[in-house]
């Protein structure tokens, strides 16, 4: 039994539907893309998250004169507003989200000197759990472009998609780095408390499951490892695993996700973690998420090693 997984999601398809349905009406670029990433897409969320989307420009947009930051076209403004009428709590100010991306941008210069943490952190979000609220057709074809780039054609049978599989080690590394740089340093550090649990539960469960998706890619050619991960990543992040693994494999993991969603959607529980300063590590609430965080990531080092016996790919491929 996962009641509070089976709220979430509830909730967060009820609140797609709605976005999807309001989107429709806007008058915007039919070529474009407006997805969401995070709690929504995931299927987590509760009446306490914020929403976190981005635009895939497909139009030749301009900069401004003062900075090398997109000119968003007028549509734009319209979509933001239709947002927020249905999810009223916004995306963290200066974060990866509610911003342009153009469409071209997001195939080229992967892993050069212009792919800065923003552009590893959309790209991968996009790809792990990119939901789309207006053009579904055109979010799954950025999404296969993706792919296609990671996935090149001297690819051979045997080989895991190892150009996929370090982005996504680079990425979950950065969010690890970027946790550390946001919530110690700077005029305004982001809350401790939440930010900590939320990298233990859902960041290393949104990790796994690209990690796991990665391994299916062994010993296919590459059409069809493009193709095992098209689907794969068409499926929220629980589904994901639960197709990869099975139903009564993930009942540990599932388990310990279902206390942490109970725990989460409870205003006073965030409202307390977000006030906790680095030096209440000894908070009890803080405590209990946390030793359960412990016994989460051992039912996934768990599930890892049922999934994928000693002999398969994944297992040198991670370490070396």
Known sequence: MT?????????????LDELRARLADVELDKNS????????????????????????????LSRSEDSSDLVPPPWVNAVQSTISEVVPTPPAEGGAFSQLELRNSMLIN??????????????????????????????????????????????????????????????????????????????????????????????????????????????????RKIEVLEGLFDKPVIDRM??????????GVLKCYDHFLERLEDKEVRDRLKALGVDERNDPLFRELKNEGHHFT???????EETFDGTHPIRRAVMF
């Not at 509070?4 to 909730?11: E, G, P, Q, S, V």
């Not at 090149?152 to 740089?181: C, K, P, S, W």
Request: glycine share 6%; charged share 30%; hydrophobic share 40%.
């Open 33 to 60: 893309v407006v997805l969401t990433c995070g709690s929504y897409a995931r299927r987590e969320a509760s009446e306490e998250s914020d929403i976190d989307f981005f635009i895939i420009s497909s139009e030749t």
């Open 298 to 304: 051992r039912e996934l080092l768990k599930l890892f």
């Open 242 to 251: 639960i197709d990869i693994c099975g139903q009564a494999n993930m009942a």
């Open 110 to 223: 992967i892993g050069g000197d212009d792919d800065s943490n923003q552009k590893i952190t959309r790209r991968m979000l996009f790809l792990l759990e990119g939901e789309w609220l207006f053009n579904k057709d055109g979010l799954k074809q950025v999404r296969r472009e993706i792919l296609e780039r990671y996935i090149g054609v001297t690819m051979t049978d045997h080989q895991l998609a190892l150009f996929l599989l370090n982005d996504l080690i680079r990425f979950y590394r950065t969010m690890a780095v970027d946790y550390e740089f946001k919530t110690a340093e700077g005029e305004n550090p982001k809350p401790w408390g939440i930010r900590n649990i939320k990298l233990v539960f859902s960041r290393k469960l949104l990790y796994a499951s690209g990690l796991f998706s990665v391994a299916l890619t062994a010993d296919r050619d590459r059409d």
């Open 3 to 15: 009641p509070a997984i089976d709220r979430a999601k509830h909730y967060s398809e009820s609140k």
